[in-house]
């Protein structure tokens, strides 16, 4: 196995993590300001579009996860194979 392809997926996996956690903090922020807009009136219209905002990002951080544990799992195999235990 190519070091530095193990490296690149490294790297990769590292960059897609800091997006997800970006993300999940997105939808943190998101879920807290909607509280506050469930208590104003005629709110229904930001509602709705923070809603459809957070379940997009939620699809998102979940595509981002499957993609980290597929890559997190190459890496492994591909070091595993190669006898090399720094994941």
Do not use: H
């Amino acid at each position: 196995t190519n070091p530095q392809a193990l490296e690149k997926l490294r790297n990769e996996r590292d960059r897609l993590k800091n997006r997800l956690d970006t993300l999940r903090q997105q939808i943190a922020l998101s879920e807290n300001n909607l509280g506050f807009f469930a208590k104003s009136k005629n709110a229904d219209a930001m509602i709705q579009g923070f809603r459809q905002k957070m379940e997009k990002q939620k699809e998102e951080a979940n595509s981002l996860q499957s993609l980290i544990n597929n890559i997190g799992k190459a890496i492994n195999e591909a070091a595993t194979a190669k006898g090399d235990k720094k994941n």
